[in-house]
T-cell receptor, first 113, second 112 residues
Framework: DTAVSQTPKYLVTQMGNDKSIKCEQN?????MYWYKQDSKKFLKIMFS???????INETVPNRFSPKSPDKAHLNLHINSLELGDSAVYFC????????????FGPGTRLTVT | GDSVTQMEGPVTLSEEAFLTINCTYT??????LFWYVQYPGEGLQLLLK?????DKGSNKGFEATYRKETTSFHLEKGSVQVSDSAVYFC???????????FGTGTRLQVTL
């Protein structure tokens, strides 16, 4: 069974479009995250949610809006896509907020043309 | 500010060679330390961790020791395999920042 799943795996779209990436975890974890990995593999946290409550909101353009309908899901909506948004986006989850193992999804490769 | 410095890659080794990937950190507070590994086309997965000074984390033949005096957490393996080819990320967590801070990753390529 997949622990953390993301859809879609690949997303190709044009500048100016709006798109969403979905994430689900079946581990019973309370905390979920979104990370962005650029072409040089640098990984940076964007958001974290604990029990549907936003905990971390790094310096991310407000075109990015996370939504957590329940603690098993954390979706990422992106408005007015720009070329610089092209990256791999990873969802992750952990038991609690803290020094606990984070389980990562397989990633969504977003390409903006 | 908080940061992790890893050695630049790629690191290319022959199978059965000894591996060291250096990692040092600058952290506010007392961090927990981690190594994550990313195989091609996959997400990251935890390789090992250590939560206090002098602890040694180990898994799949990899080891790393929490050295508080040198703020380091170097990854080692005595004999690498082709299947170890991946990108390795050093990271730490502090309650102050409430998040994982990652290094830039080190790509390891193991050849026959």
């Amino acid at each position: 069974d997949t622990a953390v799943s993301q859809t879609p795996k690949y997303l190709v779209t044009q500048m100016g479009n709006d798109k969403s990436i979905k994430c689900e975890q079946n581990l019973g974890h309370d905390t979920m995250y979104w990370y962005k990995q650029d072409s040089k593999k640098f990984l940076k946290i964007m958001f974290s949610y604990n029990n549907k409550e936003l905990i971390i909101n790094e310096t991310v353009p407000n075109r990015f809006s996370p939504k957590s309908p329940d603690k098993a899901h954390l979706n990422l909506h992106i408005n007015s896509l720009e070329l610089g948004d092209s990256a791999v986006y990873f969802c992750a989850s952990s038991r609690l907020q803290g020094p606990y193992e984070q389980y990562f999804g397989p990633g969504t490769r977003l390409t903006v043309t | 500010g908080d940061s992790v410095t890893q050695m630049e890659g790629p690191v290319t080794l022959s199978e059965e060679a000894f591996l060291t990937i250096n990692c040092t950190y600058t952290a506010t507070g007392y961090p927990s330390l981690f190594w994550y590994v990313q195989y091609p086309g996959e997400g990251l997965q935890l390789l090992l961790k250590a939560t206090k000074a002098d602890d040694k984390g180990s898994n799949k033949g990899f080891e790393a020791t929490y050295r508080k005096e040198t703020t380091s957490f170097h990854l080692e393996k005595g004999s690498v395999q082709v299947s170890d080819s991946a990108v390795y990320f050093c990271a730490f967590y502090t309650g102050t920042a409430s998040k994982l801070t990652f290094g830039t990753g080190t790509r390891l390529q193991v050849t026959l």
